[in-house]
Nanobody
């Protein structure tokens, strides 16, 4: 059974940092594109970042470029999202997801497996 589990969320002041992890079981993440998405109350789920299979070029939403970094820890079958210089507008539930094919890498409907989400709250 495939399972993705996010961790690392919490409450942080603006300008602070958080490190989110997405741990997988039931599949090997290096065989999948892994994306991070977020959803704030009353808003649609939006793309944050993604990493290609084999740790290739990462993709970032414009709103997080230069502040967030996505990376793989293959030994732990995990993908990490390092978030620096956090802003109140980054407040949301953050989800990791994975899929096999590159097409629609920023399209949340194209992902096959999802975690349960972790709350990130940034206070001003």
């Amino acid at each position: 059974q495939v399972q993705l589990v996010e961790s690392g969320g919490g409450l942080v002041q603006a300008g602070g940092s958080l490190r989110l992890s997405c741990a997988a079981s039931g599949l090997t993440l290096t065989n999948y594109i892994v994306g991070w998405f977020r959803q704030a109350p009353g808003k649609e789920r939006e793309f944050v970042a993604a990493v290609s299979r084999g740790g290739g070029s990462p993709y970032y939403a414009e709103s997080v470029k230069g502040r967030f970094t996505i990376s793989r820890d293959n030994a732990k079958n995990t993908v990490v999202l390092q978030m620096n210089n956090l802003k109140p507008e980054d407040t949301a539930v953050y989800y990791c997801a994975c899929k096999r094919f590159t097409i629609g890498i920023s399209d949340y409907t194209a992902y096959d497996y999802w975690g349960q989400g972790t709350q990130v709250t940034v206070s001003s």
